[in-house]
């Protein structure tokens, strides 16, 4: 009767007390960026909602978004999430394997049709008939497309299954594609980052299942609660950024003094994650603060918009040389307009020079007919 | 052509004064229009310096200056560029929003910037008569109250359209510093996503930088040879807003 155990019934049979599971739920709203009076309301709901069954597939990926999920900094989070998935479905963390695994995944399916939730790690590639990612004997997308038809909602763990990270780069063999270009029908929670951090995963699907909806999502479906600012915009290392004080090089001078990473390719003006404020492993760093620019890895696309070394994008992609920036391009271009017009002036000086002699020589009324003849 | 001569022969046209009657030696009357009204020669100016204050400012933006040391509480260098840059960008975009106010409330040649006359034969018989002009295959330009058509392929295109691109990108890269709902996001915030992401949207902006850059250099160049070569002037329209012609030809 695993199905009918409320969050708290399974925290108690892992042994866990009611103190702590409060401290957990208050930690919970605090990662979720919620005020002290919706403790108890979680708290409530863990108590009294019987668990949501959550099915955990892997299409294309390296399954970093498990390796980090597995590493929440909230230990109880990983007990209390992580044992109640891997009850139901995760074919890299489950304990039974082949055709066991898989006869789970249809009892789920069957059990709590239209109740469970469906995270979804990699993605699935779709050329060939979808046969470069294998699953159970079965193209992995048959699978996505068969589990997700009952789904309540889909959760789209990591950049592979948000925007098709390395996979689906350039020139993106196997057409590897984002799980919302494939599942069209069910509402769509994009967590991305390469992984994404384990407080945000943990945070999403704890959300979702006590509060029995989804989190607020921006434009392009992420959860407010995590996405909605940059990482530049909670860097500690900004001040260095608007007093103008960079590291021009790594090991320089301003790197020892931690200056901002801007000018060495730092993506975090542009990326969009809680990296800067979450941080990593318990709070412990993230890459800006171990002194390497954000990678922008949560972003759409982000393997193919240049080196992540340098601050303007270099303009392969579209038919540039791979050393174009905007600035040498345009700089380019200014040169050649600007020869152009050079040659143009002096052309028309000396045809001036021309035609004021030849005037000189002739009548006004020649100058009209050529006026008209022109 | 036939596109100007009515303009030529209109001067009914509203605000458009009456051809004055100039010098009268032998029959000679060289015409001066009033073309270019007060708010639309303020604007091309505030225009001109906000565009230059954008560049300068845009590009430390993408390639700031060399680091300064010391505390960072001693400096604001890239804060202040950065608000320059803001500062220039709302004249830009208040400009150009009272800039299309005038439209409905100017002369006809206030219209010309924001129509594209892509169905008017004779605009693009006055373009390829312009084309040839500038090949240096005509002797003789057409004669033009407004902007020739070449001129004005270049201006919608380039600055019509162009600037709506630059205050609609600009805008949503400055959304992303005041946040999600406020207006910035809300009016300009969606076209991050379209144009594919934070990154490219700032690599899209630059490169309107440069398109804007290169307008400028062929701008400059064209109007002060303009000046001398063509058959009016162009400086003293956008100054004193009077555009005289040099001879009493037709068109």
């Known amino acids: 009767m695993a199905g009918l155990e409320t969050f708290y019934e399974v925290m108690r049979r892992q042994g866990i007390t009611r103190r702590s599971f409060l401290k957990y739920c208050s930690l919970t709203a605090a ?99 979808g046969m470069y990612c294998i699953i159970g004997g079965k193209p992995f997308v048959d699978q996505l497309k068969k589990v997700a038809k009952d789904a309540k909602a889909v959760i789209s763990w990591g950049s592979c299954a948000s925007h098709g990270c390395v996979q689906a780069a350039r020139p993106n063999p196997t057409r590897a594609t984002p799980v919302h270009e494939v599942i069209l029908d069910k509402p769509i929670i994009k967590v991305p980052g390469c992984p994404p951090i384990a ?45 103008g004080q960079y590291v021009e090089a790594f090991d320089d001078e301003g790197a020892r003094k931690g200056y901002c990473l801007y000018k060495v390719g730092c993506k975090g003006p542009t990326t969009y994650n809680a990296c800067s404020t979450t941080r990593w492993n318990d709070g412990v760093s993230f890459p800006i603060q171990s002194g390497h620019g954000c990678i922008g890895c949560s972003e759409d696309g982000f393997w193919d918009k240049g080196s992540w070394y340098a601050r303007l994008t270099d303009l392969k992609g579209v038919g540039f040389g791979i050393e174009a920036n905007a600035d040498r391009v345009g700089m380019a271009a200014a040169g050649v307009v600007g020869g152009g017009i050079a040659v143009h002036a002096a052309v028309s000086a000396l045809k001036r020079a021309r035609h004021k002699d030849a005037d000189q020589q002739s009548t006004p009324a020649d100058h009209n007919n050529k006026g008209e003849a022109a | 052509m036939s596109d100007i001569s009515p303009a030529l022969s209109a001067p009914t046209a509203p605000a458009a004064a009456p051809i004055p009657e100039g010098r009268a030696a032998a029959g000679r009357r060289l015409t001066t229009l009033y073309v270019y009204e007060a708010p639309v020669r303020l604007w091309h100016w505030v225009n001109a310096l906000s565009i230059v204050v954008l560049c300068i400012t845009g590009y430390l933006i993408g390639s700031p200056l060399p680091t300064l040391s010391g505390e960072p509480s001693a400096h604001y260098l890239m804060g202040t560029i950065r608000f320059l840059h803001f500062a220039a960008g709302y004249i830009f975009a208040v400009g150009f929003l009272g800039r299309i106010a005038w439209a409905f409330l100017g002369n006809r040649y206030a219209r010309e910037l924001f129509t594209f006359p892509f169905w008017r034969k004779s605009f693009w018989r006055g373009l390829f008569v312009e084309i040839q002009w500038y090949m240096f295959l005509k002797t003789r330009p057409l004669k033009f109250v407004g902007h020739n058509p070449l001129a004005q392929l270049f201006l919608f295109w380039v600055m019509v359209v162009g600037s709506l691109f630059m205050i609609g990108t600009g805008f949503a890269l400055y959304s992303e510093g005041t946040g999600m709902g406020s207006w910035q996001d809300t009016l300009f915030g969606w076209i991050i996503p379209l144009l594919g992401g934070s990154l490219s949207v700032h690599t899209l902006h630059h490169l309107g930088m440069w398109v804007i850059i290169l307008f400028v250099l062929v701008h400059v160049y064209s109007v002060i040879r303009e000046d001398i070569m063509s058959r009016q002037s162009m400086i003293s329209a956008i100054t004193n807003g009077y555009r005289s012609f040099r001879d009493d030809d037709p068109d």
Not at chain 1, 31 to 42: K, N
Not at chain 1, 97 to 105: V, W
Not at chain 1, 214 to 232: A, C, N, T, V, W
Request: negative net charge.
């Open chain 1, 31 to 129: 990662a979720l960026g919620l005020g002290p009076e919706f403790v108890p309301e979680i708290a409530h709901a863990m108590e009294n909602k019987p668990r949501t069954p959550v099915l955990w597939l892997h299409g294309l990926e390296c399954t970093c978004c498990s390796e980090s999920f597995i590493r929440s900094a909230h230990p109880l989070v990983k007990d209390v999430v992580l044992s109640m998935i891997s009850l139901d479905y995760d074919d890299t963390l489950m304990a039974s394997a082949g055709h066991q695994a898989e006869a789970i995944l249809d009892e789920v399916m069957e059990k709590y049709k239209g109740n469970y939730i469906l995270a979804v790690e990699g993605n699935p590639p779709l050329n060939e008939d």
């Open chain 1, 199 to 243: 407080e945000v995963m943990t945070g999403v699907i704890t959300y979702m299942l006590t509060f029995d909806r989804l989190p607020e999502l921006d434009r392009q479906g992420r959860p407010k609660m995590f996405y909605s600012q940059r990482i530049h915009d909670k860097c500690y290392r900004r001040p260095h950024f608007d007093a």
